[in-house]
């Protein structure tokens, strides 16, 4: 089956500008998450969702960003604006049930922020 | 929250010994604890998991084992080969925050 899938793939951007990270999960997939992993780090989730609807954003910095999934589908995320201290992988990630049971991870985003 | 502490940050160990990572958890309603793999630039890949109702579970050359009571888990490796070096990451589910919480990772390196 294909994977998770993520674009773009690297991004640089100067600080206070906006960016915005798209991920598909793999099909069926009810539950997606997105999340930071700062280098020399484990992945911390930002936001979960199921279906259409949020789960879990308890540690998404709302001043900044944000991310939805339309349709329960596909997901974006974004930030605006950027921090120096965003520059991170942004891993997409999605699991066939509800629970966080095996999750399977996408490629990632590594954004750089100048 | 749930707290996971890995151990230790950094292993090597010569190809076809046995490497083994630790990992300890704080909230004791955690019932799912996957390991995950993540070569240098790429996805962490699941490479296995184990659930609080079984106390190890093996898969080839890899082995998890759960200690519910002293809320600690492991990950084993034998015959350990080149391309098993990697970071590895222990995770825990936690009941009460229905998320993935990782540990700091262990990076792994194999001396041909």
């Known amino acids: 089956e294909a994977g998770v899938a993520q674009s773009p793939r690297y991004k640089i951007i100067e600080k206070r500008q906006s960016v915005a990270f798209w991920c598909n999960p793999i099909s069926g997939h009810a539950t997606l998450y997105w999340y930071q992993q700062i280098l020399g780090q484990g992945p911390k989730l930002l936001i979960q969702f199921q279906n259409n609807g949020v789960v879990d954003d308890s540690q998404l910095p709302k001043d900044r960003f944000s991310a939805e999934r339309l349709k329960g589908v596909d997901s974006t995320l974004k930030i605006q604006p950027a921090k120096l201290e965003d520059s991170a992988v942004y891993l997409c990630?999605?699991?066939?049930?509800?629970?966080?049971?095996?999750?399977?991870f996408g490629p990632g985003t590594r954004l750089t922020v100048t | 929250g749930e707290n996971v502490e890995q151990h230790p940050s950094t292993l090597s160990v010569q190809e076809g010994d046995s490497a083994v990572i630790k990992c300890t958890y704080s909230d004791s309603a955690s019932n799912y604890f996957p390991w995950y793999k993540q070569e240098l630039g790429k996805r962490p890949q699941l490479i296995i998991d184990i659930r609080s109702n079984v106390g190890e579970k093996k898969d080839q050359r890899i082995a998890v084992t759960l200690n519910k009571t002293a809320k600690h888990f492991s990950l084993h490796i034998t015959e350990t080969q080149p391309e098993d070096s990697a970071v590895y990451f222990c995770a825990a589910y936690g009941a009460g925050s229905y998320q993935l919480t990782f540990g700091k990772g262990t990076k792994l390196s194999v001396i041909p």
């Open positions: 990630a999605s699991s066939l049930g509800t629970s966080a049971y095996e999750q399977y």
